[in-house]
């Protein structure tokens, strides 16, 4: 790796002998400055790896300049030598104080310049490999979380598209519930880190549903009271399929899959739980998935139009659901309504 020596010295004399010493230390890319500010102006445009300034110069002394370097950004660690006369021991501590990593005295011995130069270079290499190698380690730790986030996502989706292939044809719905939890949770104004979370885990809000017969979740007439408890269960069974997990997204699908039949007027269903009581994700839920269960056909039920489920939702505001829920779902409401058509049921994927 080429390493780059920044000097400062206003007596064009000592500017030469240094330089010389310098390239004679190994370091070829040199930039030679009599005016300090001229060299903070290189500096702000080249990442140097080796600073040697003079302490007496005019307008801006070394003390000066080491202060104004290290407040650049990418030199907070790189090696600074102030050079500096024998009898000068107050500046040398003042220069410590400034940020000087090291110190040279004139006159200057020409084999201490060299093999200091050499080592504080040598110090520099192993920082810049150190800190090459901590990006890159970084970047490998960000590929492998995302590769991960990735995979986490697709097991989500997948199991929740299996499950839901049993209650419909396609298990589009999951896909399109999932889409207006995210609409509902901006326009509700969560997070970015909520609504992502939101969108990835609703998906599995009926996982319970493998618990339930054939029998009873393809029924074409109405359930029994027998039956209708039997299919209540599954908010239960899908709570304990998902709780116990260390995954930030499978706790809150645990989460969604047992309170998202549960109302706002306490008449839900399995805990009787009401109002602010009921989770937030699953006060979302709860509207995003009667809206398009309510639009979808079902074996035991036409498709509603558009108007007529969104008509519901608004007239079970307070009672059914969140009032401000619904407030942010009539807001999201086209984007909703585009989901349908992005995402529909005859489609074989989405």
Same mark, same amino acid.
């Given at each position: ?166 209650? $419909? ?32 885990? $609703? ?20 359930? $029994? ?19 116990? $997990? ?105």
């Amino acid at each position: 790796m080429t390493m780059r020596a920044l000097l400062i010295d206003d007596n064009p004399t000592n500017l030469f002998m240094l330089g010389k010493l310098i390239q004679n230390a190994g370091i070829s890319d040199l930039s030679s400055h009599k005016d300090p500010r001229q060299a903070l102006d290189a500096a702000r445009d080249i990442q140097f790896d080796l600073v040697l300034v003079d302490y007496m110069m005019p307008g801006m002394d070394g003390l000066e300049f080491i202060k104004a370097i290290r407040q650049l950004p990418n030199y907070e660690d790189v090696p600074v030598v102030m050079v500096t006369t024998v009898d000068q021991k107050d500046v040398c501590y003042a220069a410590l104080d400034a940020g000087a990593t090291d110190f040279l005295t004139k006159p200057v011995d020409m084999a201490e310049v060299k093999a200091r130069i050499r080592n504080l270079a040598h110090l520099r290499d192993l920082q810049n490999k150190m800190r090459d190698r901590a990006a890159w380690l970084a970047e490998e730790v960000r590929k492998a979380t995302h590769e991960m986030a990735l995979m986490e996502e697709e097991i989500i989706l997948r199991l929740a598209r299996a499950s839901e292939y049993r209650d $419909s044809d396609t298990g589009a719905h999951v896909i399109r519930m999932a889409r207006n939890c995210r609409e509902i949770a901006e326009a509700l104004g969560m997070t970015a880190q909520f609504c992502r979370d939101i969108y990835l885990a $609703s998906p599995l809000h009926d996982v319970g549903k493998i618990g339930v017969p054939d029998a009873i979740l393809r029924k074409p007439e109405p359930l $029994s009271p027998e039956e209708r408890r039997t299919m209540e269960t599954h908010a239960g069974v899908g709570q304990a399929i998902l709780s116990g $997990s260390e995954s930030r997204l499978i706790r809150l699908a645990a989460e969604i899959a047992g309170s998202h039949h549960e109302r706002w007027d306490g008449t839900g269903y399995p805990n009787g739980l009401k109002a602010t009581e009921i989770p937030i994700a699953s006060r979302i839920a709860a509207v995003a998935d009667v809206f398009d269960a309510l639009v979808s056909p079902r074996p035991y039920k036409n498709a509603w139009s558009v108007e007529d489920a969104a008509a519901f939702i608004r007239t079970n505001a307070g009672v059914l659901f969140d009032p401000q829920v619904v407030r942010a779902f009539e807001e999201r409401l086209p984007r909703i309504v585009r989901n349908l058509s992005e995402a529909p049921d005859y489609a074989e994927s989405a």
